[in-house]
C-alpha cells in the first residue's frame, strides 16, 4: 500500500493552523474492522512518536491541538494552533497489510 | 508505560553481519524493527508477534535479517546478515499493542526507542 504525502506543509506562523493531508492507494480497513492509519512526529534528531491512530484517536498525553480525519483513502492531521514544537516532520502509516509503509513524510516549518 | 532501548549498532564492512538488540520494560505485543537512511524518511523492515509463531519482513531485507524475540528476557533481536551500504541507517525497535478487547487490531506502534546507528562501509 502506497501512502502519498506532500513533501511539505505550507508555512505557517505560531498560532496558525496547519494541515498535512496523506492519501492511500487502497483502503486501510483491516481484516478486524479498524482502520489502520496512524500519525507519527519525528522532531529534529528525536526518534519518531506517535502521535493519533485509527485515524482520529489521540495517544494519550498528546495534546488536544492535534486531530486526525479522513474516510476511505483520504487522511488530513490538523494542527489547531501551531507552537514551536510542533516544527518537524509527520509521517501517515498503515498497518492494514504487510509490508507496513509509512507516507514519505511532510516537514512543518514553522515562521 | 513501556521503555525500549536499542543497543548492537555500529560500523560494519559490507558483507558482514551484526545482531542488534531491543530491550523492553513492560508489556507488549508485536514488536517491529524500524529504520531511517540518513536524510531519509520511515521504513519499517521486520515485525514478530507476541509468541513468535509469525514473522513478517521488508523485501528489502527478506532472505538476509532475521527477526526474534525473547519474552522471558524481554528483548527483541535483530540478525543483520550479508550486509550492504544501503542498509546504513538509524534502527528503531518499536512495539505494537495487538489486538483490543473488541477484536480490532491496533495497526499503530505506540511505543519507539531511541534508535541505534549502523552504518556499513568499507
Known amino acids: 500500500i502506497v501512502l502519498t504525502q506532500p513533501p511539505l506543509a505550507s508555512p505557517v506562523t505560531l498560532g496558525q493552523r496547519a494541515s498535512i493531508s496523506c492519501r492511500s492507494s487502497q483502503s486501510l480497513v483491516h481484516s478486524s474492522g479498524s482502520t489502520t492509519l496512524s500519525w507519527v512526529q519525528q522532531r529534529p534528531g528525536q526518534p519518531p512518536r506517535l502521535l493519533i491512530y485509527h485515524i482520529s484517536e489521540r495517544l494519550s498525553g498528546v495534546p488536544d491541538r492535534f486531530s486526525g480525519s479522513g474516510a476511505g483513502t483520504d487522511f488530513t492531521l490538523e494542527i489547531s494552533s501551531v507552537e514551536a514544537e510542533d516544527a518537524g516532520v509527520y509521517y501517515c502509516?498503515?498497518?492494514?497489510?504487510?509490508?507496513?509503509?509509512f507516507g514519505q513524510g511532510t516537514r512543518l516549518d514553522i515562521k | 508505560q513501556v521503555y525500549m532501548v536499542e543497543s548492537g549498532g555500529g560500523v560494519v564492512q559490507p558483507g558482514r553481519s551484526l545482531r542488534l538488540s531491543c530491550a523492553v520494560s513492560?508489556?507488549?505485543?508485536?514488536l517491529h524493527w524500524v529504520r531511517q537512511a540518513p536524510g531519509k524518511g520511515l521504513e519499517w523492515i521486520a515485525h514478530?508477534?507476541?509468541?513468535?509463531?509469525?514473522?513478517y519482513y521488508a523485501d528489502s531485507v527478506q532472505g538476509r535479517f532475521t527477526i526474534s524475540r525473547d519474552n522471558s528476557k524481554n528483548t527483541l533481536d535483530l540478525q543483520m546478515n550479508s550486509l550492504r551500504a544501503e542498509d546504513t541507517a538509524v534502527y528503531y525497535c518499536?512495539?505494537?499493542?495487538?489486538?483490543?478487547?473488541?477484536?480490532?487490531?491496533?495497526?499503530?506502534?505506540?511505543?519507539w526507542g531511541q534508535g541505534t546507528p549502523v552504518t556499513v562501509s568499507s
Open positions: 518499536a512495539s505494537d499493542p495487538g489486538f483490543d478487547n473488541n477484536g480490532f487490531y491496533s495497526g499503530y506502534f505506540d511505543f
Open positions: 502509516m498503515q498497518a492494514t497489510q504487510f509490508p507496513i509503509t
Open positions: 514478530i508477534s507476541y509468541d513468535g509463531s509469525r514473522k
Open positions: 513492560g508489556l507488549v505485543y508485536g
